[in-house]
């Protein structure tokens, strides 16, 4: 029972931290822009590694 004594307020300390946490957080933009990290990976640069003879020309297309 003693033990509760102690394992309360080590509780209640580390929700005020968790808290502390998620607004800080939220206050530094941490959530504003999820989806651009997940297709950034989708447009490497990487043109370097193609060798020259399995490159395809680019087409441009131009409205009217």
């Known amino acids: 029972m003693e033990i509760l004594f102690v394992l309360i307020p080590i509780a209640i300390i580390l929700l005020g931290f968790a808290i502390w ?3 800080w957080s ?6 504003d822009d999820l989806d651009s990290p997940a297709h950034s ?3 490497d640069d990487d043109d370097d590694l193609i060798p020259d003879d399995a490159k395809q020309e680019k087409v441009t297309t131009t409205r009217d």
Do not use: D, S
């Not at 939220?26 to 959530?31: I, L, P």
């Open 21 to 23: 946490a998620f607004f």
């Open 41 to 43: 990976i989708l447009f």
């Open 26 to 31: 939220v206050n530094t933009g941490q959530y």
